[in-house]
Nanobody, 122 residues
Framework: QLQLVESGGGLVQAGGSLRLTCAAS????????MGWYRQAPGKQREVVAV???????SYVGSVKGRFTISRDNAKNTVYLQMDSLQPEDTAVYYC????????????????WGQGTQVTVSS
């Protein structure tokens, strides 16, 4: 009922920048929270940044001042601008949203993208 498609990952040198994009599609009634999580090899998935439909944002401490999350509600799209990337930012980044879907029978749920690899070389 809702699909998330990510793009923008890749390989970058330390100090470089990348911009991740995630577009939601399907039978969407509303999207409350959108965000990004990441999972490095051998580590648990952790939240990176989230943004509400009203534009309130929250970041994990390690990315504050370097990453910026934003969204376009009209396009059901969330972005993550990542600057001053460091090798410790290397991970698979997953898009997330909490949404209400359906036309006649609506339901609320959590949805995940397939993940996009971000690799930062030293």
């Amino acid at each position: 009922q809702l699909q998330l498609v990510e793009s923008g990952g890749g390989l970058v040198q330390a100090g470089g920048s990348l911009r991740l994009t995630c577009a939601a599609s399907g039978s969407i009634f509303s999207i409350n929270v959108m965000g990004w999580y990441r999972q490095a090899p051998g580590k648990q998935r952790e939240v990176v940044a989230v943004i509400t439909s009203g534009g309130d944002t929250s970041y994990v401490g390690s990315v504050k001042g370097r990453f910026t999350i934003s969204r376009d509600n009209a396009k059901n799209t969330v972005y993550l601008q990542m600057d001053s990337l460091q090798p410790e930012d290397t991970a698979v980044y997953y898009c997330y949203c909490r949404a209400v879907v359906g036309s006649f029978r609506r339901s609320s749920g959590d949805y995940w993208g397939q993940g996009t690899q971000v690799t930062v070389s030293s």
